[in-house]
């Protein structure tokens, strides 16, 4: 009986030692073929590292390379830029210069009395109210707010107050009004619902109103040019007086419906206008805004031909010019009535392209901007001043 559970007791032992060398040979196997497979997997590793560093030589040499290409052709564009605006320019000047001739021949004698006539009417020195010596260097940015109403018209700020309120006048002859709390107001509107009808007792004519101290100044539509001054508070009519003008023509050739254009700047109230005493040129009057009788006359050098628009800014006038064909704006004439600039000393001043011609410019001394009105769109001009020099 002993020798039989010996027997047994050799038997499993020697069948442990066997399972036992058989686990020990497959741990061996295992362990043999993932040290193969961590060096396959560091092998490829290595190979996909030394791929991705190629790779991204390559991608810099050609990064490297686009960054030169568009280098060159950033400065190719800038060059045809430089040349189309020089080409723009070119156009606009010859455009300009075969414009009508502001001179024809005429009697002699007839020379020799209007220069009388304009001597003797601007013999009296100006005086200046302010110290402002602010000139137009060139236009420095342009704002497209809105398309309000139709090809002809105005909008404008109060130039005498900063209360900040916006008008509109749609048209060449109306009797109706919009008055906005702000440009903001204005321009997150539907149209004209959002602001105030203001009904006047008369219409107006032409485009050349202008709001000043909370008071509107227009000309009165007819035959005889009357200013009105309508309070806007109130709502009722200040004053009015005839203008004190014979033979009036209309001021713009491009826009024959103003007759009048008032404007205000930091002088305070001019009136812009043409006679046929002097029909090849603008003429220029100073207005008191109390009782609207006429300060002071001057005979401008700025033609009437091919003229659409034009404001006053610290004394001096800005008369800006186009063609039928409606081009490129400028302001290609400018007189000072404080004799600090002449005409020669001025640059003549290009617009930004817009859709056709101004039919009203109006400058707003306290922002200097100009509020355009430009075939129904509603335009904001800022202005690069600089100071006059002394001729």
């Given at each position: 009986?002993?020798?039989?559970?010996?027997?047994?007791?050799?038997?499993?032992?020697?069948?442990?030692?066997?399972q036992?060398?058989?686990l020990m040979d497959?741990?061996e196997?295992r362990?043999l073929a993932?040290?193969?497979?961590?060096?396959?997997w560091?092998?490829q590793?290595?190979?996909?590292a030394?791929?991705?560093?190629?790779f991204k030589?390559q991608?810099?040499a050609?990064?490297?390379g686009?960054?030169?290409?568009?280098?060159a052709?950033?400065?190719?564009?800038?060059a045809v830029?430089?040349?189309?605006?020089?080409?723009e320019?070119?156009?606009?000047y010859l455009e300009?210069?075969?414009?009508?001739?502001p001179?024809v021949?005429?009697?002699?004698?007839?020379?020799?009395?209007?220069?009388?006539?304009?001597?003797?009417r601007?013999?009296a020195?100006y005086s200046?109210?302010?110290?402002?010596?602010?000139m137009i260097?060139?236009?420095?940015?342009?704002?497209?707010l809105?398309r309000?109403?139709g090809?002809?018209g105005?909008w404008?700020k109060?130039m005498g107050?900063s209360?900040?309120?916006?008008?509109?006048?749609?048209g060449t002859g109306?009797d109706?009004?919009y008055?906005?709390?702000s440009?903001?107001?204005f321009?997150?509107s539907?149209?004209?619902?959002?602001g105030?009808r203001?009904?006047?007792?008369?219409?107006w004519g032409?485009m050349g109103?202008?709001?000043?101290n909370n008071h509107?100044?227009?000309?009165k539509?007819?035959?005889?040019l009357r200013l009105?001054?309508?309070?806007?508070l109130?709502?009722?009519?200040a004053?009015?007086?005839?203008?004190?003008?014979?033979?009036?023509?209309p001021?713009y050739?491009?826009n024959p419906e103003?007759y009048?254009?008032l404007?205000?700047?930091?002088?305070?109230?001019?009136?812009i206008?043409a006679?046929k005493e002097?029909?090849?040129?603008?003429?220029?009057?100073?207005?008191?805004?109390?009782?609207l009788?006429?300060?002071?006359?001057?005979d401008?050098p700025?033609?009437?031909e091919?003229?659409?628009?034009a404001?006053?800014?610290?004394g001096?006038?800005?008369v800006?010019y186009?063609?039928?064909?409606?081009?490129?704006?400028?302001i290609?004439?400018v007189?000072d009535?404080s004799?600090?600039?002449?005409n020669d000393?001025?640059?003549?001043v290009?617009f930004?392209?817009r859709y056709?011609?101004h039919?009203?410019?109006?400058y707003?001394?306290?922002?200097q901007l100009?509020?355009?009105?430009d075939?129904g769109?509603?335009?904001?001009?800022?202005l690069?001043?600089k100071?006059?020099?002394?001729v």
């Amino acid at each position: 009986m002993m020798r039989v559970l010996h027997f047994i007791v050799v038997v499993l032992s020697g069948l442990a030692a066997a399972q036992q060398q058989a686990l020990m040979d497959y741990l061996e196997r295992r362990l043999l073929a993932i040290e193969d497979r961590i060096s396959l997997w560091h092998e490829q590793t290595s190979r996909y590292a030394s791929e991705l560093r190629e790779f991204k030589q390559q991608m810099v040499a050609q990064l490297d390379g686009l960054d030169k290409n568009k280098e060159a052709l950033r400065s190719e564009l800038d060059a045809v830029g430089v040349r189309m605006d020089r080409v723009e320019r070119e156009m606009d000047y010859l455009e300009a210069q075969n414009g009508a001739q502001p001179c024809v021949d005429v009697d002699d004698k007839l020379v020799e009395q209007q220069v009388t006539v304009a001597k003797e009417r601007n013999k009296a020195k100006y005086s200046k109210l302010t110290d402002c010596s602010d000139m137009i260097s060139s236009i420095k940015a342009m704002k497209i707010l809105k398309r309000v109403g139709g090809s002809k018209g105005m909008w404008t700020k109060d130039m005498g107050s900063s209360s900040g309120k916006i008008y509109i006048f749609n048209g060449t002859g109306e009797d109706m009004l919009y008055e906005f709390g702000s440009v903001r107001d204005f321009t997150s509107s539907q149209g004209t619902s959002g602001g105030t009808r203001i009904q006047l007792p008369s219409s107006w004519g032409g485009m050349g109103h202008v709001v000043y101290n909370n008071h509107l100044y227009y000309v009165k539509d007819g035959e005889e040019l009357r200013l009105m001054k309508f309070d806007l508070l109130k709502g009722l009519v200040a004053d009015s007086a005839v203008f004190p003008a014979k033979d009036q023509l209309p001021v713009y050739s491009l826009n024959p419906e103003t007759y009048i254009d008032l404007a205000a700047d930091e002088e305070g109230l001019w009136a812009i206008y043409a006679t046929k005493e002097n029909e090849k040129h603008v003429l220029l009057a100073k207005v008191d805004p109390q009782t609207l009788a006429i300060e002071q006359m001057w005979d401008t050098p700025c033609p009437r031909e091919n003229a659409e628009a034009a404001f006053v800014v610290c004394g001096t006038v800005y008369v800006v010019y186009n063609s039928r064909l409606p081009s490129r704006s400028r302001i290609q004439c400018v007189f000072d009535v404080s004799d600090m600039v002449t005409n020669d000393d001025a640059p003549i001043v290009y617009f930004p392209k817009r859709y056709g011609t101004h039919s009203s410019l109006k400058y707003s001394p306290l922002e200097q901007l100009l509020y355009a009105w430009d075939d129904g769109y509603q335009i904001l001009y800022k202005l690069q001043m600089k100071k006059k020099l002394e001729v």
